[in-house]
């Protein structure tokens, strides 16, 4: 992250391209400015209490681990 002199942020995302796939990436950074859009909503919530998914996001990664198809 960085901040420009007139006071905005810029995020520069850096990845292994033999590890990940740009899809994925973009995928990761929404998760992190939905992070940062929550936290500056609710300064005093803790982290591990912000939402980083939606409700379908979230539903495809639990039935993973149950081994149920959402996608």
């Known amino acids: 992250m960085s901040r420009s002199p007139g006071g905005s942020f810029a995020v520069d995302f850096r990845y292994d391209v033999d590890l990940f796939d740009p899809a994925t990436i973009e995928q990761f950074a929404g998760y992190f400015l939905r992070g940062i859009d929550a936290a500056l909503a609710d300064p005093d919530r803790p982290v591990a209490r912000l939402r980083l998914m939606d409700g379908g996001e ?12 959402h996608g």
């Not at 979230?58 to 198809?69: I, K, N, R, Y």
């Open 58 to 69: 979230l539903a495809q990664l639990l039935a993973l681990g149950t081994g149920g198809d």
